[in-house]
């Protein structure tokens, strides 16, 4: 049987963070009521002009620079025409011929542990353009309802070359893309929203050829699920399809989640001729180097210098490194807890913030943002730690009692709680005698060879603290008793 | 009084010797009488102006008159205006009650001046004889058989019979000077960017100028001074420094007050086989006029725009393909036409454009989707932009040698309704001498310059980006030493 390679592209459009639509002044919050955020420009009454938006260019910007791809000096706005009930002007303003990004990379990490690996994306455009409206079909008595909320909401169109041969990699992008263009602030990445919403170009070809085959494209997979689920059943598709005698047709596809099938909508034949051509009522957009270089000294530190430092400055595993770069707020959180627990703490800290904190935000659905256990307080926690004031265990009991907010800091919940570590070795040694004295079968079967037997007498002595004892002091001196 | 300048209406509603109700008055009643047979205007509203002009006197009494405040003027049906149909001539917004002023409206408003009502225009000012509106022909008031040119046909027949003293146009090909010249007006094309397009029915974006249409050229630089402006809502429009373009006409430079300007006459229009491009009755007015700039001082300059010849077919690919995309919104599904009964989307759409768009606007739009689609885009449009930058360039190679350039508005006088409307490469022909100033953006004029059998002929005028002042006062010391621009017509009376 043949091998086959799979070559998939992705586009995708996210949905930029600006107060206002890409052309006119009216709102682009999501859920208001139908028609509420249109204004006489985006219902495009006779007569209304486009005025760009200076912070969709600003998000363009950041994006080219946080993908290392080129700013256009000037870029050009061209009408895509084609009639539909949500388009509002019969055609859509994008940017064809002259995108305000050129090119760029984002980094992906395959496998996870000591099988880590990385592959870059190369990019070859990003681009401004408007949104449409939304039909509500059957929503009115039969008939069609048309809600232009929606139209004119600035989106970046981001197209990467036909880089990915799997669908895990086009996931891993699509996962890399969505928390870089978080990262930087220019899109929500509310995914259910539509506020990021991808097509995967797929194809297949024989292991060994050069040419590519013939792609479908899959629209709108607006979860990273579907997209998995999508391109792999296309995948298998396209195979059978070809090793059964057909020919993969150019045609745009559709990816139904109940079915799990993805089926054809239009094939090349119906393609629209869009009539592309600069739109007369804007003039070129300039891009000058000051408002790139203004743009670039206001950009965070982005995802991959940031994992790199934390490996180098925090000692982490390259792993741990990548989960606490998976967002901002993670590293940011990190950075805040570190700040006050020292980074001679920061591997304990590390497992705190991707293994504890995150299984507690998780069980309650809480983003990091608003975990209830700030960073300065985990931070106090992991320095109590340190000094040996709590051990590991009752720290999670405190750590419990910060996130029901029992007490604002650690200290004062060790404090008010009496969890202090017991370390006065007089104190442990009269428990020790006091349970060695209230357990005479445990030590004869310990003297007898039972190795079990010293552990179940350390565990009387800590139950006697309370926990509150240390349990490598206790073993010490339990064993110098016996011994 | 309807024979009045509108500086001297100003200096009547200043002075009191007429109010502006009763001025307003005096026109609606001319309109009521004289507009059945010229059907310069689309839509009337007495109680609308009336309205206006009462807020206008309250102004004046209360000492915050402007120029302008209290004079009716009348408006091309391609502005929108808030409160009124705004039709831009088409069955496709027969029903349109703009919710909405056009900038230039807005302008007007604020300086007091009172809408007389909403002027007849060629179907989305796709026209040169006003034959394409909806709304029927408009009568040229010099001969009632005759077209009275366009598209700003309705704004040119109101002023010419007196039905205005002055009224917007808007040129994109030449829809301001040559029925200005059809119908013995003077009318101004401003720079590209100069007045605001936001409100104004786009035809074709990158050429649509908004101007002034009047008896003078003094009462076009009093217009154009409310019209002009930069809007943050026009992304073409020019942010430039406010400018009186009447500054330059006061000055009295004595008994040669054109000393020093160089005229420069296109070889393209008056080479010995070029002028046969143009009837011999209007060149010889034009060579006439010549005659008096040069014993108003003006020294005359031997020029050539060689690419003038393709300036009408690169405007009949770059139009047409601009407003096969403007016109795109008119879909039935907002507001609008739609047709009554429809199958399906498809079926609606195609009904109600084939419905509501007429014959020259659906030729329009088909000419424009097939120079724009895949195959034919290389060959036309960018090859039309590419002449546009072409014939951009002459001009500035002219202007480095002249001041003005001068040459005929029209290369006739007005034809007979009809005559012309079976053939449109006839009728393009008729804009040969005003297109090329769009497509590089340029202001233009037409002033009378007499009368061939009877007719009106213009003058252009054509100045450097931005010299509206020096064209105007070119203009006007012209009209200082001739009467042509106060002859009235007498069919209307």
Redesign the interface.
Known sequence: MKQWEVVIGIETHAQLLTQSKIFSGSSTAFGAQPNTQANAVDIALPGVLPVLNRQAVECAIRFGLAVDGQVAPKSVFARKNYFYPDLPKGYQISQFELPVVVGGKVTIQLGEGDNLTEKTIQLTRAHLEEDAGKSLHEDFNGKTGIDLNRAGTPLLEIVTEPDMRSSAEAVAYAKALHALVRWIGICDGNMQEGSFRCDANVSVRPVGQKEFGTRREIKNLNSFRFMQQAIDYEVQWQIAHIEDGGRVEQATVLFDPDSGETRAMRSKEDAHDYRYFPDPDLLPLVIDRDWVERTRAAMPELPVAKRDRFVADYQLSAYDAAALTASLDVADYYEAAIAVCGKAASKSCANWVTVDLAARLNREDREIGDSPVSAAQLGGLLARIADHTISNNIAKKVFESLWNGEGASADEIIEKQGLKQITDSGAIESLIDAVLAANPAMVAEFKAGKEKAFNALVGQVMKATKGKANPQQVNELLRSKLG | MITRSVSELSQALASREISSVELTQLYLERIARHNPQINAFITVAPEKSLAQAKAADALRAAGQATPLTGIPLAQKDI??TKGWL?T?GSRM?GN?V???D?KVIEQFNAAGAVILGKTNMDEFAMGSSNETSYYGAVKNPWDLSRVPGGSSGGSAAAVAALLAPAATGTDTGGSIRQPAALCNLTGLKPTYGVVS??????F???LDQAGPMAHSAQDCALLLNTMAGFD?????SLDRPPEDYSRELSTNAGGKPLAGLRIGLPREFFGEAERSGCSPEVMQLVDAAIAQYRELGAELVDISLPNMKLSVPAYYVIAP??A??N?????G???GYRAPDYDD?NDM?AKSRAQGFGAEVKRRILIG?YV???GY?DAY?LQAQRIRRLIANDFVAAFKVCDVILGPTSPSTAFKLGERAADPVQMYLSDIYTIAVNLAGLPGMSIPCGFASGLPAGLQLIGDYFSEAKLLNVAHRYQQASTWHQQRPQAVD
Not at chain 2, 197 to 202: D, E, F, N, S, V
Not at chain 2, 232 to 236: G, L, P
Not at chain 2, 327 to 331: I, P, Q
């Open positions: 502005f929108c705004t831009c917004l349109f703009s919710p909405y056009a397009r936001y409100g104004m029915i786009a074709a974006s990158s943050e809502r026009d992304s073409t393909a601009e096969s995309s016109l795109s919104r008119f879909d599904v907002r507001y989307l759409y989707a724009l689609s895949h885009y449009y």
